[in-house]
């Protein structure tokens, strides 16, 4: 089982989706000449769920940072495909919660429809929507550091989801927290984009977590960082722990780590 | 800890202090009293405590001045600090044009400028006052502009993404972020006007109505009435552990919830 071509998945629509996002030979060089990202072409399908994979330094969370704005390709062209060529509603997860240390949860949540002028009562519903998708319904009211690691980190998923975001930009969210929660987590977040059919961009340093999850996997390389493979993970969703456990799931995995390999070995002699 | 140990520990911080202080008064007053010093030279513990009570009119007229002194340099302080820290931290060009400036300020010692401030300005009470600005305002500019930039990354990100406006950035993010800063600061600047106040006094040597405490202890190191002496400083001592403990509480009320510094040890 290659996991390419078609499948037969509820979601295998996506394949064929038409691209949200196209990067056409992105660069990005920092200041003292090192090239964090080099002639990087990649599509980001309406609706998918795809995860970028490679060895730490390879340049994902610089690749995150260009798609949502924050920082700009040195040379090369990102290209919206919606209405206008304009960037989408992005949400972004960082590696850690970022909340607000002197706000309650409510008030964290609430911060980008605050910050984009929404008026306060169909902010206060959206919130309230979003922490009960995230099951932090009784939590508003708390303050970040009243809450575990998984539970801050489910409410840093509530705040980028309260704008209704077309895009979802992740980079490596549950790298920090434990096996379980991380488990129950990546299950959570699947029900989640299963529901409202946003699309994904995440980063992780996880096999087994970018298999479980994605429709699509990338594999970058570092010095300069750049994609070295891409491909479909054609596997029925909804997702379960039997899936972690199939042949299916142990093939595609034997396969994404024998290429981060390469990636981590063909990253010397580049230098 | 069981909550009995952790009742004792609270207990052990409060009465150590006081037990060592008990000794201390109880050593000096034994000392005076067996080699009969004379009170022109040591006075003991419970003459400056009698004089405390006998000069009392005369010492707390005197302190309710240097108090007065102080605290509205304080008030001062902060107000102008946090409004220089909110331009320098608008810019770093602003703040690299400007700082060493304050820090000359910092540097240059109070006693040296204090004369031309008081020539420079006629009324005693605002020279006294201005004195005491120029001496406790720097913690409050560094601390404060430190603060305001040291903002979570991440956060910072979050509010480019949202398309923050600067004014949202600065009162939603970087204003809250500074408050733990700042109050370091004013901790500091608490102390620092105190000083600042008495310096001051020493150099004008306003007497009559407006005699602080300052010049209670210059007239009566004249006058060797050096029990009188000890009360005044007694009473300077007294007020600067009352302005700190007072910015520690309002420390306390604004961060107690969320900052790392004010929350329980025991948790």
């Not at chain 1, 072409?41 to 330094?57: A, H, Q, Y």
């Not at chain 2, 949202?162 to 901790?187: C, H, K, M």
């Not at chain 2, 405490?213 to 600067?240: S, W």
Request: charged share 15%.
């Amino acid at each position: 089982m290659t996991g390419d071509g078609g499948g037969d998945g509820s979601r295998a629509a996506v394949a064929t989706a038409p691209p949200l996002v196209e990067l056409h030979g992105v660069t990005r060089t920092y200041a003292n000449g090192t090239r964090a990202l080099a002639d990087v072409d990649l599509e980001i399908r309406r609706g998918e769920f795809l995860t970028i994979v490679g060895p730490s330094g390879c340049g994902k969370s610089t690749l995150l940072n260009l798609v949502a704005g924050l920082a700009q390709p040195s040379a090369g062209r990102i290209r919206w495909q919606a209405a206008g060529g304009a960037r989408p509603h992005i949400g972004f997860v960082f590696q850690s919660p970022t909340l607000m240390p002197w706000a309650r949860l409510s008030t964290n949540v609430r911060l980008p429809l605050d910050l984009a002028g929404v008026p306060r009562a169909a902010a206060d519903a959206a919130v309230a929507d979003a922490l009960a998708r995230v099951k932090l319904a009784g939590f508003a009211r708390h303050l970040p550091r009243e809450l575990s690691g998984g539970m801050q980190m489910r409410a840093s998923i509530a705040r980028a989801l309260v704008t209704a975001p077309d895009l979802l930009l992740m980079d490596e969210p549950f790298g920090a927290l434990d096996e379980f929660t991380r488990q129950r987590l990546d299950a959570e977040l699947l029900s989640l984009w299963l529901a409202q059919r946003f699309t994904v961009v995440f980063v992780t340093h996880s096999i087994h977590e970018a298999v479980f999850l994605s429709t699509r996997v990338a594999v970058m390389a570092a010095r300069p960082g750049r994609i070295l493979d891409a491909w479909d993970i054609a596997q029925p969703y909804p997702r379960d722990d039997a899936f972690r456990v199939s042949t299916a799931f142990a093939a595609q995995a034997q396969r994404l780590s024998a290429r981060v390999a390469d990636a981590g070995a063909g990253a010397l002699p580049d230098e | 800890m069981s909550d009995a140990a952790i009742l004792r520990g609270r207990w052990l911080r409060v009465l150590a202090p006081v037990l060592v202080a008990i000794v201390m008064l109880a050593a000096w007053q034994a000392l005076v009293t067996v080699n009969q010093v004379p009170a022109y030279l040591v006075p003991s513990p419970l003459r400056v405590l009698h004089t405390l009570y006998a000069d009392r009119a005369l010492l707390f007229a005197s302190l309710a001045v240097t108090l007065g002194v102080a605290l509205s340099a304080l008030v001062l302080a902060v107000v102008a600090g946090v409004a220089i820290a909110l331009v320098f931290a608008q810019s770093r060009w602003i703040e690299m044009s400007l700082f060493p400036y304050a820090i000359l300020l910092q540097v240059t010692p109070i006693v040296a400028i204090a004369p031309l401030i008081i020539i420079w300005v006629h009324d005693t009470r605002a020279a006294l006052v201005l004195c005491a600005v120029v001496v406790a305002i720097f913690p409050i500019i560094s601390n404060t502009t430190l603060g305001l930039r040291s903002v979570d990354r991440g956060l910072a990100n979050l509010f480019r993404l949202s398309q923050a406006t600067r004014w949202q950035t600065l009162w939603r993010l970087r204003v809250p972020s500074a408050l733990p800063y700042f109050f370091g600061g004013l901790r500091i600047a608490s102390g620092l006007a105190l000083i600042g106040a008495v310096v001051a006094e020493f150099v004008a040597g306003t007497g009559g109505e407006s005699a602080g405490l300052a010049y209670q202890i210059l007239l009566a190191g004249i006058q060797l009435n050096i029990p009188r002496l000890f009360a005044a400083l007694v009473l300077i001592a007294g007020a600067g552990v009352a302005m700190f403990a007072a910015t520690v509480g309002l420390s306390r009320l604004a961060l107690a919830r969320w900052h790392e510094s004010e929350l329980p040890r025991d948790e």
